[in-house]
C-alpha cells in the first residue's frame, strides 16, 4: 500500500478480545449450558463452538434451535439473554490480572515500544469489566465495544469505529481474530485479517499465529509486505 508515492504498512492492531485476549470461552460456555438446561436444551463444547464471535442474542437464538417448549415472545428472549449475562458477570469477577497469560503481555508492551497503536475491537457488552479486572485497559488507546456499536460481527462496525478512534484508515490497520466472524468482519472493513486459534486455518488470513508473541515477527520493519501472499507461522 502506497500513500503519496511512500510506503505504508500496518500502524494499528486491532485485537478481539475474547479468545484472543483473555479465556473467556469457559464462563460463556458455563453460563450458557445452565441457561440450556433450564430450558432442557442440550448444549456441549460443540455448540458452544458455534457461538464464538457471535453477539449475545444472536448466540440465544442459535441454542434456541433445539428449543421444543411453548413459543417464546421477544421479551422473554431478552429475559432469558439477562439471564446468561447475569451467571456470566458472576463468573468473570474471578478474573484478574493472572488470568492473562505472561507472553500476551509482553507481546503488547513490545508492539507498543515499536510504535504501533494498539485496540480492541470486541463484540462484547462485558468487554471494558474484563479490561478492568485484567488490568489490560492500559494497554490500548482505543476500546470499540458491543456498548459503543449497533451490529455484531460479522458487521465491519466494530473494527471500522477502532480504526476511527485510533486516527488511522482501515488499510492501516490489521485485525486479530479466533473466529470466522471476526475475519469475515475485518475483510469488510478493508483490515488485514490475521487468524489465532480457531481461525488459525481460515484460509481469507494474511498471517496465521499458533501463540500470539508470533505477531512479533510478522509486525516489525516494513509491513507492507504482509498485503502481498498469505503468511503462515511455522508448525
Ligand atoms: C464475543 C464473544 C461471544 C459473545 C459476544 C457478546 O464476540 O466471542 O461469544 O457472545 O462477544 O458478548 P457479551 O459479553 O456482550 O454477551
Ligand atoms: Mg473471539
Redo the contacts with the bound molecule.
Keep these: 500500500m502506497t500513500e503519496g508515492g511512500t510506503k505504508v504498512g500496518i500502524r494499528g492492531i486491532i485485537f478481539d478480545l475474547?479468545?484472543v485476549l483473555v479465556h473467556t470461552d469457559q464462563y460463556?460456555f458455563e453460563a450458557w449450558k445452565r441457561l440450556a438446561g433450564s430450558l432442557g436444551i442440550y448444549f456441549d463444547e460443540a455448540a458452544n463452538a458455534r457461538?464464538?464471535?457471535?453477539?449475545?442474542m444472536e448466540?440465544l437464538e442459535i441454542i434456541l434451535e433445539r428449543y421444543s417448549g411453548p413459543p417464546l415472545s421477544g421479551q422473554e428472549k431478552c429475559a432469558l439473554a439477562e439471564e446468561k449475562?447475569r451467571v456470566?458477570q458472576g463468573l468473570l469477577q474471578t478474573m484478574n490480572p493472572d488470568s492473562v497469560a505472561l507472553e500476551t503481555v509482553d507481546t503488547l508492551s513490545a508492539l507498543k515500544g515499536r510504535g504501533y497503536r494498539l485496540a480492541v475491537g470486541?463484540?462484547?457488552?462485558?468487554a471494558k469489566t474484563i479490561l478492568d479486572l485484567t488490568g489490560l485497559g492500559g494497554w490500548f488507546d482505543a476500546v470499540s465495544d458491543?456498548v459503543s456499536i449497533t451490529r455484531a460481527?460479522p458487521d465491519p462496525e466494530v473494527f471500522l469505529k477502532a480504526a476511527q478512534l485510533l486516527g488511522l484508515p482501515p488499510g492501516q490497520c490489521a485485525v486479530v481474530e479466533d473466529?470466522a466472524s471476526g475475519i469475515e468482519a475485518a475483510c469488510a472493513a478493508g483490515m488485514l485479517p490475521v487468524g489465532i486459534g480457531g481461525a488459525a486455518g481460515d484460509g481469507r488470513c494474511r498471517c496465521r499465529l499458533n501463540a500470539l508473541p508470533e505477531l512479533l515477527t510478522y509486525f516489525q520493519g516494513d509491513t507492507s509486505i504482509l498485503y502481498g501472499a498469505a503468511l503462515h507461522s511455522p508448525r
Design positions: 475474547d479468545g460463556h457461538l464464538r464471535g457471535v453477539g449475545r448466540s449475562n456470566y470486541s463484540s462484547s457488552r462485558n458491543g460481527k473466529a
